[in-house]
């Protein structure tokens, strides 16, 4: 059973086109998370959600916003994509106790195209 | 801030050996050390998480293992497989800090 849900599993848009990922999850986690990986390059955090707080890395550029309307969906919007922008995008998810061990869940990824 | 490496960052090995995949960090006070497994144009997943408290975690055919000292984790998997073929990552957590930090993987290829 999917416990991490990713969809679409592949985008394609137009540069400067908006577009909207979205990320859902089974597991009841209070955390949520946003990865850009590039091709050969291990991933890279975007932000992520403590429960309704949001953290955004210093350097993730502004042309990407996040939503989390409930503890179940987070979405990732990027404004005005551009061709560097091309990548796969990996939602994950952990349960924060500070007292177990705190492991991440990844979905399966969007691979986003760029045109 | 955390540094993680995986050096060969490619690997061959014949089916049914057992093999090696190696792991350096270069902040021993990590929470945690997860390893995931990566197929091409796919997610990661999860394989095993080390405690900084424990030394070794097995599952199945594989075996890790954290020394904080060293700065090294390893990842042993035993009688190679085909479908063991993948780029393994390994990723280190540190206390105070939730966040991943990712090694660039290596990717291993089992031939027949």
């Known amino acids: 059973d999917a416990m991490v849900i990713q969809n679409p599993r592949y985008q394609v848009t137009q540069f400067g086109k908006p577009v909207t990922l979205s990320c859902s999850q089974t597991l009841n986690h209070n955390v949520m998370y946003w990865y850009q990986q590039k091709s050969s390059q291990a991933p890279k955090l975007l932000f992520h959600y403590y429960d309704k707080d949001f953290n955004n890395e210093a350097d993730t550029p502004d042309n990407f916003q996040s939503r989390r309307p409930n503890t179940s969906f987070c979405f990732l919007d990027i404004r005005s994509p551009g061709l560097g922008d091309a990548a796969m995008y990996l939602c994950a998810t952990s349960r924060d106790e500070w007292s177990r061990r705190v492991e991440q869940f990844f979905g399966p990824g969007t691979r986003l195209t760029v045109l | 801030k955390q540094e993680v490496t995986q050096i060969p960052a490619a690997l061959s090995v014949p089916e049914g050996e057992n093999l090696v995949l190696n792991c350096s960090f270069t902040?021993?006070?990590?929470?945690?050390l997860q390893w995931f497994r990566q197929d091409p144009g796919k997610g990661l997943t999860s394989l095993l998480l080390i405690q900084s408290s424990q030394r070794e975690q097995t599952s199945g055919r594989l075996n890790a293992s954290l020394d904080k000292s060293s700065g090294r984790s390893t990842l042993y998997i035993a009688a190679s497989q085909p479908g063991d073929s993948a780029t393994y990552l390994c990723?280190?957590?540190?206390?105070?800090?939730?966040?991943?930090?990712f090694g660039t993987g290596t990717r291993l290829t089992i031939i027949p």
């Open positions: 990723a280190a957590t540190n206390f105070g800090n939730e966040k991943l930090t």
């Open positions: 902040d021993s006070a990590i929470y945690n």
